[in-house]
Nanobody, 121 residues
Framework: VQLQAFGGGLVQAGDSLRLSCAAS????????VGWFRQAPGKEREFVAR????????YYADSVKGRFTISRDNAKNAAYLQMNSLKPEDTAVYYC???????????????WGQGTLVTVSS
């Protein structure tokens, strides 16, 4: 499956932004989807995960209550709604897909290119 993330941009602290991940190549409904991010000079970190059924979500503590992951299998797409953005959310955001139901960070099989989110203070 091929993934493409988009929707990043420059926003101010407190603003909202929605990232999209478009999938192609194979039925997206068979994959769990995750969002990761990598800030300048830092390692890539997990942000959120959604099972292929859409019924189970998991978030990093740093984004819990502010970010919401969702998917639309009919559109082969996943989303990351980001509210109350903070400067520390600045990073390149990546979407990824995994064949396992509850993948760990190392179990994602496919990755999209990143989209940059910059949050100014």
């Amino acid at each position: 499956v091929q993934l493409q993330a988009f929707g990043g941009g420059l926003v101010q602290a407190g603003d909202s932004l929605r990232l999209s991940c478009a999938a192609s190549g194979r039925p997206f409904s068979r994959y769990s989807v995750g969002w990761f991010r990598q800030a300048p000079g830092k390692e890539r970190e997990f942000v959120a995960r959604l099972s292929w059924s859409g019924g189970r979500t998991y978030y990093a503590d740093s984004v819990k209550g502010r970010f919401t992951i969702s998917r639309d299998n009919a559109k082969n797409a996943a989303y990351l709604q980001m509210n109350s953005l903070k400067p520390e959310d600045t990073a390149v955001y990546y979407c990824a897909a995994a064949r396992t139901l509850f993948p760990s960070a190392g179990e994602y099989d496919y990755w999209g290119q990143g989209t940059l989110v910059t949050v100014s203070s």
